[in-house]
């Protein structure tokens, strides 16, 4: 019986060659149809090299069971989303490995609606359905490659439609001339920006774009988009220095993420622009109706700051676990306007719960137009200091201890004792009286992840992360 290493609890990802390949992707696309038993299913693929070959495959595994397929092109995992919704088909299929070394690959699947498919309702299942089918002797050369049915796939460009609905989250109108810097890392994100670029243009928006690596090249020759990772931010941030930039942004490969420069060229912790949206939301109309209470989620890495905000601005914040499907789940059955997590993942009720790396610059955009009215003066960096400084945190530091459990035990048997709350909710989260840390592995790689916070005190900070440092390495 064939093993598949490259199912995760959320999607697909591995290495191209034994870990996931052409047959690998067949057989998915067969345990899809198979398990969930859709009409049509909508298929996206981001501008890696192998993408194109991985997407044909899995078209043709769901061919194989005569399901009709719906071809939007290369796109990123946002326009999967959205195509899913727009065409009211049963699922999606995006090929994609995000973040991952240009050698990887892998898939995000959705059900009708784009709601997300996990573990917890089928990917597990999907999973079981492929390693059989992965089982026989048949290899995929020996496959029929569905050349007579080509009738069934139909191709859709929706980047114009797609374009109009990111824009359906401001009031265009509102927007002050702004100069943005629009790093997509030579990933997807070009495309789409373009579109949208298109759309502000025909409605009389005067913003100028500064595009970074705008041409999608699945070589990478500037590396692989991941903003998070502190030596892919230079360019970012010397590009907004130079062009006297409003802000930057700068996306990951397939742009369901976004990551902020302020106007001095800092980069800004996903965690305080959670804080920032959160507070776009509820000072828009009737957000402050307390028969209608706009909820907000995030995740327990760092959550002091958002609190506080949804709290001042009158609505109520919900913690959800870490990961794309768990913080859908709950704002659908929250009915929540608005969720983030520290990751730079950004979710929205108007759009399916999902999450779009494309609306938060937007809002921002919008937000910055909007305190330009009263304030000239008025800039990023000074919207978003005073949340870094009432609560500076270590930032996500990853970990590679030799036993993860063996690590979290003895933080927990170090700091218990003074702990003024413990939950295991997701990882463990520990509270003091003016700080707080949460110690969790990583859905997706093989790291342990710590993150510390304090309330407005930076020496404490660097004290305790040093101490939860050292119990870790002991």
């Known amino acids: 019986m064939v093993s598949l290493n490259c199912f995760n609890s959320n999607d697909i990802r591995g290495q191209i060659g034994d870990d996931f390949n052409q047959d690998i992707a067949y057989a998915i696309g067969q345990a899809f149809a198979q398990v969930r038993k859709p009409k049509t299913i909508v298929v996206g693929a981001d501008n890696r090299l192998t993408s194109p070959l991985i997407k044909s495959a899995v078209i043709n595994g769901l ?13 990123g995992s946002e326009e999967l989303y959205f195509a899913t919704n727009y065409l009211n088909a049963c699922g999606g299929i995006e090929v994609t490995a995000s973040h991952n070394p240009k050698h990887y690959n892998g898939m995000k699947l959705v059900a009708g609606h784009s709601k997300p498919i996990s573990n917890d309702n089928g990917l597990l299942e999907i999973k079981n359905a492929a390693e059989i089918f992965l089982s026989s002797s048949q290899t995929l050369d020996e496959k029929p490659n569905h050349k007579s049915k080509t009738a069934d796939v139909e191709v859709a460009d929706l980047k114009t439609e797609y374009a109009k609905h990111m824009l ?26 373009d579109a949208i670029e298109n759309e502000l243009s025909k409605q009389g928006a005067k913003i100028e774009f500064i595009k970074l690596h705008h041409q999608a090249d699945g070589s990478f020759p500037n590396g692989v988009p991941n903003p998070m990772l502190p030596e892919n931010r230079a360019e970012t941030a010397a590009a907004v220095i130079n062009n ?36 776009a939301f509820l000072s828009k109309p009737n957000s402050r109706n307390k028969e209608t209470m706009q909820k907000i989620i995030h995740d327990p890495r760092l959550w002091f700051n958002t609190v506080e905000i949804v709290k001042r601005e009158g609505g109520q914040a919900m913690m959800s676990k870490a990961g794309h499907s768990y913080i859908k789940d709950k704002m659908r059955s929250e009915n929540a306007i608005y969720g983030g997590e520290m990751s730079g993942h950004h979710y929205f009720r108007e759009f399916n719960y999902c999450d779009s ?5 937007l ?25 870094i400084n009432a609560y500076p945190t270590s930032g996500e530091i990853n970990l590679t201890p030799s036993n993860v459990n063996k690590a979290i035990d003895g933080v927990r048997n170090a700091f218990e ?7 295991c909710f997701d990882g463990l989260s520990m509270e003091f009286d003016d700080w707080r840390f949460n110690l969790r592995q990583s859905n997706t790689e093989a790291l342990l992840r710590l993150n510390v916070e304090t309330r407005g005190d930076k020496i404490l900070l660097k004290q305790k992360t040093e101490l939860l440092l050292q119990v870790i390495a002991s």
């Open 168 to 193: 359906s989250f401001i009031d265009v109108s509102k927007l002050k001339p702004l100069r943005i810097v629009l790093n997509s890392g030579n990933g997807a994100a070009g495309a789409a920006i």
């Open 244 to 279: 006297n930039a409003d802000f930057g942004v700068a996306f990951d490969g397939d742009f369901d993420r976004c990551f902020f420069f302020d106007e001095t060229g800092r980069f800004i912790e996903s965690y305080y622009v959670v804080g920032l949206l959160a507070q």
């Open 357 to 361: 790396g494309m609306i938060p610059w």
């Open 363 to 387: 809002l921002v955009t919008e937000l910055l137009s909007t305190e330009l009215l009263s304030s000239e003066q008025q800039s990023l960096s000074t919207m978003v200091t005073s949340q």
């Open 63 to 75: 061919l194989a069971e005569n399901i009709k397929v719906i071809d939007i092109g290369m796109t």
């Open 417 to 423: 004792k003074q702990a003024i709350h413990i939950d």
